[in-house]
């Protein structure tokens, strides 16, 4: 499936709690979704790079654009697959996810 990019305004944003840490979560088309990587303009290929990686392994990714910074979502369905993805060399994930995400919110 094809990462989709939506605007920030369209989604809604919240904070939940799993395996022992609060994440940045949002909810779009009855899906909810994890943050895993925010970036600025500048930083919007890497985004954009990491979500089609990920899409071809098969974990469902959203991209949220506002004026400031692109956010890359992973559908909480997706969170077994991502682990297994994890692993490739060819899908650099980021090594803090608590402090890639909410830097901009």
């Not at 949220?64 to 692993?87: F, P, Q």
């Amino acid at each position: 499936m094809e990462p989709l990019l939506i605007c920030e305004t369209f989604v809604s944003r919240f904070k939940f709690w799993m395996d022992g840490q609060t994440h940045d979560g949002m909810q779009h088309r009855n899906e909810l979704f994890r943050c895993l990587r925010e970036e600025t303009i500048l930083g919007r290929q890497q985004v954009y790079d990491l979500s089609w990686a990920l899409a071809q392994e098969g974990v469902h990714t959203v991209i949220t654009a506002s004026k400031g910074h692109y956010t890359l979502w992973v559908s909480l369905r997706s969170l077994a697959k991502l682990e297994s993805v994890s692993s490739l060399s060819n899908v650099k994930l980021p090594a803090n996810q608590t402090t890639t995400c909410g830097a901009y919110a």
